[in-house]
T-cell receptor, first 109, second 114 residues
Framework: QKEVEQNSGPLSVPEGAIASLNCTYS??????FFWYRQYSGKSPELIMF????GDKEDGRFTAQLNKASQYVSLLIRDSQPSDSATYLC?????????FGTGTLLAVQP | DAGITQSPRHKVTETGTPVTLRCHQT?????MYWYRQDPGHGLRLIHY???????DKGEVSDGYSVSRSKTEDFLLTLESATSSQTSVYFC?????????????FGQGTRLTVV
């Protein structure tokens, strides 16, 4: 079993809709979780982090964490074409971050 | 951009030749990492360093070596490049922010082995 599982997509949503990105992880000891956004040909950039069960909101982004189910998600409200990118989830391992394979999001104008 | 510079940004090399990629940081971060990114595999950790001359292997370390003789530089060497090592390589640093580890990435190096 991979340490982090993500659906590779593409996930296609219309402009203005809510995009829902999901990730499961295997390490029950993980304490910190991250979402990175990566535009084509660019390096990943950190957009959200969460380490407590529940929801964390930052602007149009909401991260949700359920440690019992080993599940973390990212919701993007009012999706814009500029949100089209690959979204990588990651969790904090010992001295390093473990990444998923990423989900490609395409927001259709 | 967390002061991370990778060089070169692009390189084409022949199978069997040695290749060294350089990662330079200006902010005295203790932890540095080399990842490779390939379609369908995401970011995979090659090696990381937790201080000068202190390094450890990641999940895909075969065929790679690293060195860190100064805090600011972390070198990744492909001893004898193979076509399977064609990839985009990212250097990253991490810093502790309020008890959690956050990683920041360099611009990436696109390596093609022909």
């Amino acid at each position: 079993q991979k340490e982090v599982e993500q659906n590779s997509g593409p996930l296609s949503v219309p402009e203005g809709a809510i995009a829902s990105l999901n990730c499961t992880y295997s390490d029950r000891g993980s304490q910190s979780f991250f979402w990175y956004r990566q535009y084509s040909g660019k390096s990943p950039e950190l957009i959200m982090f969460i380490y407590s069960n529940g929801d964390k909101e930052d602007g149009r982004f909401t991260a949700q964490l359920n440690k019992a189910s080993q599940y973390v998600s990212l919701l993007i409200r009012d999706s814009q074409p500029s949100d089209s990118a690959t979204y990588l989830c990651a969790f904090g391992g010992t001295n390093k971050l473990i990444f998923g394979t990423g989900t490609l999001l395409a927001v259709q104008p | 951009d967390a002061g991370i510079t990778q060089s070169p940004r692009h390189k084409v090399t022949e199978t069997g030749t040695p290749v060294t990629l350089r990662c330079h940081q200006t902010e005295n971060h203790r932890y540095m990492y080399w990842y490779r990114q390939d379609p369908g595999h995401g970011l995979r950790l090659i090696h990381y360093s937790y201080g000068v001359k202190d390094t450890d292997k990641g999940e895909v370390s075969d065929g790679y070596s690293v060195s860190r003789s100064k805090t600011e530089d972390f070198l990744l060497t492909l001893e004898s490049a193979t076509s399977s090592q064609t990839s985009v390589y990212f250097c990253a640093i991490s810093e502790e922010v309020q008890g959690r580890t956050e990683a920041f990435f360099g611009q990436g190096t696109r390596l093609t082995v022909v």
